[in-house]
């Protein structure tokens, strides 16, 4: 059956595009992963192939390092900012994140020089495990003449789209160990073929152990692991670039608690 469905290209689809899926407008309050499932999935991407092939364990443990947006994530670059300053200083382990990747009409993906709100201008102290996986593709990465960002595109191109990078994120989520779909993230039916809607479009499999994950829930759970460490709201907010504690406090925490301290936390 698996084998069937990787003939058919099933891991190789973008679930943004070829997917019925709908985004939620659940407004209930994301669940973030454990110390024990945050390994787990870490694990997962790194032994996956086509998460190495489409470079997103990286991106993933820095999500998780950092509690960072997707945007923010992908707009990481190796560049000064209008100071002159590094904007990743490895040797002071800090990171500004001062921008965003989006996608501006009849012109295309661009770094917008700004996060997407003012209070997201920050800067970040970075875990040791975050700069070694920068160290490590400052090597493999910095022979391209275009990879300015340090997550550009797997195969070619300057910025990679945040959209189709949650698509892909979302199909290998609902593949990992999944018995219902045979690890392919759609639907089947009983001669091993792909159920789909009256577009024709692939259905998604939401019966996966991580089905319910989704790149805001390594924010929820960055936010999470700092809470029960003790930090402040303010810290926290800072740390996610909220401008507002509060806002912290009502979508992010479980509870109401009354930053280099933030980096050691979430190192691992």
């Not at 069937?4 to 290209?9: F, L, N, V």
């Not at 020089?113 to 700069?131: E, H, N």
């Not at 990679?160 to 979302?170: A, K």
Request: charged share 30%; proline share 6%; hydrophobic share 40%.
């Amino acid at each position: 059956m698996f084998a069937r469905a990787m003939q058919d290209g099933a891991i190789a689809t973008n679930p943004v595009r070829d997917s019925n899926a709908k985004i939620s407008s659940d407004k209930r309050a994301p669940r973030a992963l454990s110390p024990a499932e945050t390994a787990r999935l870490v694990e997962l991407f790194r032994a996956s192939d086509r998460a190495a092939a489409i470079d997103l364990p990286d991106l993933v443990d820095w999500m998780l390092a950092t509690g960072c947006r997707i945007g923010e994530a992908l707009a990481l670059r190796y560049a000064t900012n209008g100071d002159g300053r590094l904007i990743l200083d490895l040797d002071a382990r800090t990171w500004e994140a001062n921008a965003t990747v989006v996608r501006i009409p009849r012109v295309g993906l661009s770094v917008q020089p700004r996060p997407k709100t003012t209070a997201g201008w920050r800067l970040v102290a970075l875990p040791d495990f975050a700069v070694r996986i920068l160290e490590d593709r400052r090597g493999r990465y910095r022979q391209r003449s275009d990879a300015e960002v340090v997550f550009p595109p797997p195969l070619s191109g300057v910025l990679r789209d945040p959209s189709n990078v949650s698509g892909d994120l979302r199909q290998l989520l609902d593949s990992f160990e999944c018995e219902a779909c045979a690890g392919t993230g759609h639907q089947l039916d009983e001669d091993g073929s792909f159920r789909t809607d009256v577009a024709r479009r692939r259905i998604r499999c939401e019966e996966g152990p991580w089905a319910w994950v989704t790149s805001h829930t390594f924010r929820k759970t960055v936010a999470t692991r700092l809470d029960e460490a003790g930090l402040t709201p303010r810290q926290v907010a800072d740390q996610l670039g909220h401008a507002n504690p509060s806002m912290t406090l009502d979508v992010y925490f479980g509870r109401q608690v009354v930053s280099a301290e933030a980096a050691r936390v979430l190192d691992r």
